[in-house]
């Protein structure tokens, strides 16, 4: 077996924030190994320049403006799925939405709204995956999480860390639920890959870029692209055995121990 296995041709994959950074650049990945595509987001200018650049491949490519957290609206999505490609292999759930505040004042609509964008919807949008993947008798889901799936960040990080939390179990849940009818469930866990958020904090915090650094060996933020060649793997065939895996894709972040050094780590006062 070759270089066959990562190959997704006669595919389809749906793929949610797919107007830029880490959803654009999965529907990118697997498009690129074969698949046909069905790119999500609320952004509908972001979703057609996605398109547009995923032209020359000659895939099947599909836009959809959706709102994952509103529940009619992924009743609307899969209607469209359905009628465009009658199937459904790979779901790369990358959209939503977190909230902030601090844990002593945080409001319940904060609570409520990062629950919403970032389980309620991902879960709803695994169920009518799984739901179809089950009658196939196959298919593979990828949720993305985060760092703060698996520890705590503080910055006023207690709802989205509370719906990470959230998604990681889903995960380990479904693929339990569903790994011997041929349905396999994984996360991804990214962190510091930067996206437009990224850089507006570092531009209003000048000390925060360096915080972040003292986390990664390998010395660097994370780039959305790289997250490609993960998503492949977990799409195709070469990732078979593989179902309730958490994955790092952070630099070595979540290897590092808090109070530990690593080469060229930055101080900060």
């Known amino acids: 077996m070759g270089l066959e296995m990562f190959d997704l041709s ?33 952004n509908k200018e972001g979703l057609e320049q996605t ?29 469209t799925s359905d009628k465009e490609f009658g199937r459904i292999d790979f779901l790369g759930n990358v959209a939503g939405n977190g909230a ?15 629950l919403q964008n970032l389980v ?18 196959k298919g593979s889901i990828v949720n993305i999480g985060s760092l703060a799936s698996m520890n705590a960040l503080g910055r006023s990080h207690i709802p989205y860390s509370m719906a ?13 639920e569903w790994a011997s009818r041929g349905v396999r469930v994984n996360a991804i866990l990214p962190g510091q890959v930067t996206n437009p958020g990224m850089e507006k904090r570092m531009q209003d915090d000048p000390e925060i870029r360096d ?15 790289e997250i490609k060649g993960l998503a492949v793997l977990l799409a195709s065939d070469a990732s078979s055995f ?13 290897a590092k121990n808090a109070g530990g050094s690593h080469p060229g780590m930055p101080r900060v006062s």
């Open 211 to 225: 915080i972040w650094l003292r986390g990664l060996p390998i010395g660097r933020l994370g780039r959305p692209e």
């Open 10 to 42: 006669g595919r389809v994959a749906m793929v949610s924030g797919a107007a830029s950074g880490m959803g654009k650049a999965m529907a990118t990945g697997v498009a690129e190994a074969g698949a046909d595509v069905l790119l999500i987001d609320i």
């Open 242 to 254: 593989i179902t309730g895996a958490l994955i790092p894709f952070d630099g070595g972040n979540l």
């Open 120 to 137: 309620v919807g991902r879960f709803y949008m695994c169920q009518n995956a799984g739901k179809r993947m089950l009658e196939q008798g």
């Open 100 to 114: 902030s505040g601090k844990p002593e004042e945080v409001s319940m609509d904060s609570i409520q709204l990062a």
């Open 51 to 79: 398109a547009r650049e995923l032209g020359h491949l000659g895939r099947k490519v599909v836009t959809a403006v959706c709102d994952v957290s509103d529940l009619s609206a992924i009743d609307e999505l899969w209607k």
């Open 164 to 176: 990470m939390g959230a998604v990681i179990q889903m995960t380990r849940e479904l693929s339990t």
